[in-house]
């Protein structure tokens, strides 16, 4: 039996087969005598190209399109490859057998009668099938956890304005996990109940979090995956903003943990104002960008495994290495002004400021902020590198020459919308001889007019030089101090205290949340739902105690497309 | 006297002044009597519009170009207005007057003919002259700083270009600051001398390093700003390449703080590889860039403030937390593949790579991250989420269906070109019942397989999960570990570790550096160096103990460019 390896396949055309069943069908074949390697594939390209790599295509065309089953053998001879082929619709049909139990509703509304309690439908049919199954679990006044992925963006905006409107979740699409009134969705960790709750656009840094907290002997509140896209500007965040609001009012819940790629920037700071109303600590972690400090009872924190340590020591209340002097400033003040001479002293600032604030203008460029229009005059948040190139033509640098510098605290310190100034400087060598000598008698005359109109005038320093400077940094503090200028000796110092003041200035009031708020019972235990789809869900919600019925679900029409269209339509039409 | 105040304002067409000398006329004017305010610019549009929002521009058109002065003051009355006006020449004159001394050469030739031992020539001219008195000075066979802005990159590329052919250093343009030998230039911060070598792309960045250092009572060897623009793609990285080189033998520095704004890619990667071959432990920060570890004595750190306190621990060795095991990977074995089953976890993975090895493919999108062309096979170094939609239409999730990452497994071990296959386990509800017991068997025998061909694979594996997991962590942990795999619970665990095992990958041989190296001499004490530009830098090196010598420069032709132009061909055809 020295003959080459024969490749052979099959296609089963336009038919609508679970994912468990094919894999079952694959390892089936596999160890059927004779037979090499099998593989049971949906012929879409992708799994074409997938089979080939693996030496399982044989080299003719063969005819199928990503709605048709293609099933493929390698064995040993060709008697052996026919044999395992012909064999294939007597497996399917075994297996149909076998997951014979007593009773399977084949609707989501049948499925209801016998659960009437479940507040949840789990669905994880495939992405084209999805949207459709979750809209009837809203008709039907659930909550749906949308397991699938490939659900065009468009029906995910559909879907969620539709639960907002009624009070409803919709976990997804795409959404890998969630742990809800301490059951686990999808795939998702046991942990201990607590009093940590998590909100996450991605599934596996829910799941890596959860873990870290346990592995703490920290316990979860409620775990709640939104899906990847609700922070896109085009979902706008709607779950995100009704999670917060659930967890806001959760009584279990004292923690929270927010995990998002970097949002877009108006989702983020409306996300981040709403993470403010929860009064709760908040840790946020946007997946890959820098942490640009604390707003209030917000942190933002840099990795997964931070996350998880900032939210303990946040709600232990022992993270408080700030001084506690709130700064209450009138309402119309604002905006935060910088006039700095060191570009990147600037642009440390300004990387922090879009995530939080907008808008936010410079003469620095930097993604979120905007190019300020006239350099003369600032607007919104503004930023200025005085040192860069177009305020330097025929003019000394301003770590020399403070006029241009000092006109514009003037002129900043004037517009009753300011509410707080940064300023650098940069002694040494080259440098002006005396910079707070220039600078303290300016800011105390800004902060006394501020003061004289009813205003506060907040004036941050960051200084950045040693005590062997010529102009002795010391002194210069000093004399800064008592201009009543807060010093400090480095930006990443003077960003804390950004946005701290940031989280202090009265922005406008957070909009209310829009549709109607989900009751805390949606998330209560006990736990029971309903499981369309993939049947390895149905069992683990079993295994956890919770009571769950599973759809015997068939894609309408067996899967074909046109039928399924013209059944639609007739449902519509009723 | 309760009359409007009144705004004058005089043109100087087309003179060249002194900056400081306009400082000073500027402050001269507004002392004389009657005077309110005064300003004193070159008449470019954002000078104009500074003039304007103080208030200092009549109503009236005023003729005057970016090349020439205006001089605008605002005075209790017309003949206060017109008599300081009038002094307007004398005061320029007397300024002249005062800076009168012994002797002052008028040529960058005659000045070295007075101090011939300089070996660096500070250029702070205006920025349409500087590159041309930079390249006399490189013809002259000096070192240069060039702190002038509003040089042209492709004049910056020339320059660069040649000082490397000699064995020189140009320091900017745009460089405001650099310590070399203990001496100051620009804008520089006085500090002890000691064993950290600054370089820098960032003047501000560098100051602010410098500053903490000696905070932190350490004393600086180098500090050696670049310019802003050195690493881009067009610039290449030229001088933070000849200043590593010259930091490696420098026997005064121990230890190296590089800093940039993010780098193009693939000089990133030029410059990685160089701070590695000076065997001297490096701390790099990306200003703004999420730090991602370790790669051998090379350490990546998250803002300014850390690369100073990182480069402390790194140079007394406290910072070892990595296992000593270093694997020697036989040449040829280069790439690292990653099978990922979590979005996140790839995507954590795949943000550390760019910065430190190319080329990198994924099917997820990242910046510096290629697309994958074919998503069966790998290329490169390729990091795979097998979670993401295209894999996942008709089968089931790669956490509960293995066959895929099985069957990719073994096609990645195979490549001989592969060193390190990452993988993810991730457990809990609704996920495989076994992971390690599909996952074991196969990496035991891809291990040895290798191992047979005369390679080493290894192997990292991050398990996500609970010990109250049905799967039971620790027992999973202990199958991944017999099967020889290296496993850890965090992804950025698994991170450090492939940072780590980078580094151990015997990559390309570094190419030798280009051009000439720079002496040792160039950057050792004492320091004696040439001024052209601003005076108070001269000062300031006097000031600080070194010999200097300061050129009464003139713009060719008195600032006349048609003029300068002919007389450059002249001078050219000489």
Not at 4 to 9: L, N, S
Not at 51 to 57: D, K, R, T, V, Y
Request: charged share 20%.
């Amino acid at each position: 039996m020295s003959a080459e390896p024969v490749t052979r396949c099959a296609v089963r055309a336009g038919a609508y087969y679970d994912s468990v069943v094919l894999m079952q069908l694959q390892r089936a074949l596999a160890t059927l005598p004779g037979v090499l390697d099998a593989g049971v594939v949906m012929a879409t390209p992708a799994n074409r190209d997938l089979l080939e790599a693996s030496g399982l295509l044989p080299g003719s065309e063969i005819a199928a399109g990503p709605n048709d089953l293609l099933i493929a053998v390698k064995a040993e001879s060709e008697a052996a490859a026919g044999e395992a082929l012909a064999r294939i619709d007597s497996l399917l049909q075994v297996r149909r057998a076998e997951t014979g139990q007593d009773f399977r509703p084949r609707s989501l509304a049948s499925a209801l009668k016998q659960l009437p309690e479940a507040r949840w439908v789990l669905v994880s049919v495939p992405g084209r099938y999805a949207a459709s199954v979750a809209d009837e679990a809203l008709d039907l006044g659930r909550n749906v956890f949308l397991y699938s992925d490939n659900v065009p963006l468009s029906e995910e905006v559909a879907l969620k304005r539709k639960a907002r409107e009624r009070g409803l979740l919709v976990l997804g699409p795409d959404c890998g996990t969630a742990i809800i009134g301490g059951t686990g969705f999808g795939f998702s960790n046991r942990v201990q109940p607590g009093e940590y709750g998590i909100i996450s656009a991605s599934g596996t840094g829910l799941q890596e979090v959860v873990c870290f907290l346990q592995g703490k002997n920290q316990g979860i509140s409620q775990a709640i995956g939104i899906g990847g896209r609700d922070l896109s500007a085009e979902v706008g965040g709607i779950t995100a903003l009704q999670a917060l609001d659930l967890l806001r009012r959760d009584p279990k819940t004292e923690a929270i943990v927010l995990i998002s790629k970097p949002p877009a920037s108006e989702v983020a700071q409306r996300l981040i104002s709403f993470a403010h109303a929860t009064g709760k600590p908040t840790v946020v972690y946007f997946l890959g960008a820098p942490p640009v400090g604390r707003l209030q009872e917000v942190w933002f924190t840099r990795s997964l495994d931070s996350a998880a340590d900032d939210v303990i020591e946040l709600r232990y209340g022992k993270r408080s290495d700030w001084e506690d002097w709130p700064i209450h400033f009138p309402a119309g003040q604002r905006w935060v002004r910088g006039l700095f001479s060191g570009g990147t002293l600037a642009l440390e600032v300004l990387r922090t400021l879009p995530a939080l604030v907008s808008p936010v203008f410079s003469n620095l460029s930097y993604p979120g902020v905007h190019p300020l229009p006239d350099s003369a005059h600032s607007q919104g948040h503004t930023i200025l590198d005085l040192g860069a190139d177009e305020y330097t033509v025929g003019r000394l640098h301003p770590m020399i020459d403070f006029d241009l510098r000092l006109r514009r605290l003037k002129q900043e310190a004037a517009d009753p919308e300011v509410a707080l100034l940064l300023l650098d400087v940069v002694l040494g060598d080259g440098a002006h001889a005396d910079p707070a000598g220039e600078l303290a008698p300016a800011i105390e005359r800004a902060k006394a007019d501020a003061k004289a109109a009813g205003r506060i005038l907040d004036v941050a320093v960051v200084v950045v030089g040693t005590d062997l400077d010529p102009q002795d940094a010391k002194r210069q503090i000093a004399t800064l101090k008592q201009s009543g200028a807060w010093v400090c000796r480095t930006v990443a110092h003077l960003v804390s205290y950004t946005v701290q003041r940031l989280g202090e200035i009265r922005g406008d009031e957070i909009p209310p949340l829009e549709g109607r708020p989900v009751p805390l019972a949606a998330v209560s235990p006990p736990v029971a739902a309903i499981n369309v789809g993939l049947e390895s869900f149905y069992d683990s919600l079993i295994s956890q105690g919770a009571r769950a019925v599973h759809v015997d679900w068939k894609p309408p029409a067996g899967g074909n497309e046109k039928m399924a269209g013209i059944l639609a339509r007739m449902k519509r039409s009723r």
